[in-house]
């Protein structure tokens, strides 16, 4: 998140990272998707398979949520932009009612992740499993990171999520017992029916 330098890059960081959003999904965003302050709306045009769904506003996101209801209803989040100086190339236009090109968050997300110094390639569906796995681990429960980001399937929800870490499992199971009833430890054993002694 640090290594962002500017609002379009710390737009797409925390929206990819912070709502589990597709690509394309991301290239879909409008002004209208975030009208409410406490959940945002994945239309089914902007989603895969024309599932509509809502995902709630984590509090890290609140302040970003602010920012993009300021956009009209039909402003891109992430618009095209075009040089207004041609051949000098230094002065960016936003066409907000044009949505950006399906490289440019790829792209985005790569470059702010070489500055962060992740040798590992990032990419914006990389936060999308990122966001999977905080969401399941957090909630100790796959079925909620499946509604949050959309499949259709468990399974799919399942390949997303790493291996727990040994912290994880010993975090699991603590202040668990073994509630053992004494059926299954006698205290005295009996003779068995077949006539064998007991051991």
Same mark, same amino acid.
């Given at each position: ?16 990272? =912070? ?12 002004g209208r &998707?975030? $009208?409410?302050?406490? /959940?945002?709306h ?10 509509e769904?809502?995902?709630?506003? !984590? ?7 602010? %920012?993009?209801?300021q ?7 992430f618009?095209?932009?075009?040089? $207004?100086?041609p ?11 044009v ?8 792209r985005?997300?790569? #470059?702010?992740?070489t500055r962060?110094?992740?040798? &590992?390639?990032?990419?914006?569906? *990389? =936060? ?8 399941? #681990?957090?909630s ?6 499946? !509604? =949050?980001?959309?499949? *259709? %399937?468990? +399974? ?6 790493? #291996?727990?870490?040994?912290e994880?499992? =010993? /975090?699991?199971?603590? +202040?668990?017992r073994?509630?053992?009833? #004494?059926?299954l ?6 003779e068995a ?7």
């Open positions: 998140m640090r290594a962002c330098q500017t609002k379009r890059e710390r737009w797409a960081i925390n929206l990819g990272l =912070l709502t589990g959003a597709r690509r394309a999904e991301l290239l879909g965003f409008q &998707h975030f $009208r409410r302050p406490d /959940l945002i994945f239309s089914a045009d902007i989603t895969k398979g024309g599932k769904r809502w995902v709630p506003v !984590l509090p890290e996101l609140q302040p970003l949520i602010a %920012e993009l209801q956009l009209e209803d039909d402003d891109y989040v618009c095209a932009q075009r040089f $207004r100086d051949g000098v190339n230094q002065n960016k236009a936003d066409k907000r009612k949505p950006a090109s399906p490289q440019v968050i790829w985005l997300v790569k #470059e702010v992740a962060a110094g992740i040798r &590992h390639p990032v990419t914006p569906h *990389a =936060l999308r499993h990122a966001f999977a796995d905080y969401i399941a #681990e957090a100790g429960d796959v079925r909620i990171a499946q !509604l =949050l980001l959309g499949h *259709a %399937e468990l +399974g799919t929800t399942q390949t997303y999520l790493g #291996e727990p870490s040994l994880r499992l =010993l /975090l699991a199971v603590q +202040g668990l073994f509630q053992l009833s #004494e059926a430890t006698p205290a005295n054993p009996v029916p077949t006539g064998i002694e007991p051991v």
